[in-house]
């Protein structure tokens, strides 16, 4: 029988929850596709949270115990009214809206620092992303040899 | 293998990315992308030949709502290259519908995209103006992108000719006979003939390219020029035969038939940035003061500085200004830029073929 779906905003006690979604889903699909690293360690990932300085964020979905799904915010370092948001959803937990609620905590998160957009970078051939940022009325934009999206706050 | 209800995207040619479902036919299409405001009347715009080459958006959110029937259809088949909707209805309610709204474009192998933000592609329409623009299916949208770089843009094609009737016919006798007209087929819609039909008129139906010696030998009371798609700068051949046969017989010009009366009359024509669709476009008779509600599907407009030969403008868009109506003071010639034969939209301005059965009346005699 499957735990309870609780959400949270990640601390550094969370570390290992959100590397192993990481580690899972650069499995099922690649660095590239899955826009994150390779090789993404705790400490890597502790290093990066202690540098948000309250402005940015990690929200960590679990069900029972079991970490299933982050969203990653980020401001960006020319534009403090610009952060950049991705989410993650292992496969066995997509369609269940667990990336919705995730991005909407982020968003609550980013309006109350000052946020007035989100950006990002949508990886090449990966059609869920795009649709998913579609969904949540972001704006999408081959530019390049990719695909970025927006979504005004 | 593409099918229905698969992940799909419109791209447009600034690279926008707007995802959606496929519904109608599954393949890959482009087109310039317009937008139109009316909230009902799906059928006759998929029908309406002046959408031909274009994709269209509409803005209101639920369509397929009454179904598909037999009546509505302003042309031989489905016009539009493409159809982009927030929600394609898959239960209408209608008690002459015969088919979904799927059921009718996947039978004309037309493509639709649903689950698309068209608010969100409407703003981006009214800000950087209509463009071009490509269903993905299939394919990634950067693949639809650099196919769509490949075509012809709207603008750079004759239209009229890939819509125009191939030999002339006759439209349904009226029951009492009072004239003979003449309508030049640009890409015309049904309710343009059923209304003449109405007012007593024998209509034969005519391709774009007869001449003005064929249409006088004709011996016809008067000349429609219909409404019809594309860049009427294109159009020479179509100018050449209405200069010919002005103050010959009484002419009415309907929207792109307006566009070449003024090019007859000097003026040159110009793109509007997202064009006129909808059915609740404001137009003022300046001759009455009088504001009239119209139906409207044109992109392109008259620019009245260019007019000669004592031809004036009767009425203007509320909106922006543009001509929306020419009259000559001394020569049987009216013409209008909105859809006065409706179809879809307000029936309000059918008095405008009361006026070119009057200038029959007066130039001619009646019959």
């Known amino acids: 029988m499957p735990g309870r779906l609780s959400f949270v905003r990640a601390d550094r006690r969370h570390v290992d929850d959100i590397v192993s979604v990481a580690r899972a889903i650069v499995a099922e699909m690649g660095p590239q596709r899955a826009a994150l690293p390779e090789s993404l360690t705790a400490e890597a990932l502790a290093r990066r949270m202690a540098r948000y300085r309250g402005r940015g964020a990690i929200f960590l979905a679990r069900e029972g115990r079991r970490p299933v799904a982050f969203a990653m915010l980020e401001p960006e370092r020319d534009d403090p009214q610009t952060f950049a948001l991705g989410v993650w959803v292992l496969p066995e937990h997509r369609r269940r809206g667990l990336g919705r609620e995730l991005a909407l905590m982020a968003i609550e998160h980013a309006r109350a620092r000052g946020c007035r957009r989100l950006r990002g970078l949508i990886p090449p051939e990966n059609e869920a992303a795009l649709s998913f940022f579609g969904d949540i009325g972001a704006y999408a934009q081959a530019v390049g040899g990719g695909m970025q999206y927006e979504l005004p706050l | ?367």
């Open chain 2, 1 to 367: 293998m593409a099918g229905v209800n698969q992940r799909a995207y419109l791209v447009l040619e600034d690279g926008s990315v707007f995802p959606g479902r496929l519904f109608g036919a599954a393949r890959p299409i482009h087109g310039e992308v317009v937008f139109s405001t009316a909230m009902t009347g799906y059928q006759e715009m998929l029908t309406d030949p002046s959408y031909a080459g274009q994709i269209l958006v509409l803005t209101y959110p639920l369509v397929g709502n009454y179904g598909i029937n037999a009546q509505d259809v302003e042309s031989r088949r489905i016009q539009v290259q493409a159809l982009v909707v927030r929600e394609a209805c898959e239960t209408p309610s209608h008690w002459q519908a015969e088919m979904t709204l799927h059921e009718y474009l996947a039978s004309q192998d037309v493509p639709g995209l649903q689950g698309v933000d068209t608010r969100a592609l409407t703003r981006r329409l009214r800000h950087h103006g209509v463009m071009m623009g490509a269903i993905a299916v299939d394919e990634t949208p950067r693949e639809a992108l650099e196919r769509l770089r490949g075509q012809p843009r709207y603008g750079t094609i004759d239209l009229v000719r890939t819509v125009t009737a191939s030999t002339p016919y006759e439209w349904e006798e009226p029951p009492r006979r009072r004239y003979h007209v003449a309508v030049v087929d640009s890409g015309l819609k049904y309710n343009i003939l059923r209304l003449l039909r109405e007012r007593g008129c024998q209509v034969t139906v005519l391709p774009c390219t007869v001449t003005s010696d064929e249409l006088l030998e004709m011996g016809i009371d008067g000349l429609v020029l219909s409404p019809g798609p594309g860049d009427p700068a294109l159009l020479d051949y179509l100018v050449a035969t209405a200069k010919a046969l002005v103050g010959r017989l009484p002419i009415l010009g309907i929207c792109l038939g307006h566009q070449v009366v003024g090019r007859a009359f000097g003026a040159r024509t110009y793109k509007l940035k997202f064009g006129h669709r909808g059915a609740n476009h404001p137009v003022k008779d300046l001759l009455t003061g009088r504001v009239h509600i119209t139906s409207q599907n044109h992109g392109y407009a008259i620019d009245a500085d260019g007019l000669r030969g004592g031809i004036e403008v009767s009425q203007v868009h509320l909106n922006d200004g543009t001509v929306e109506g020419l009259y000559h003071p001394s020569l049987p010639i009216i013409t209008i830029q909105y859809h006065s034969e409706a179809s879809p939209g307000p029936m309000d301005n059918v008095y405008v073929f009361d006026r070119f059965i009057e200038m029959l009346r007066e130039y001619g005699g009646s019959r």
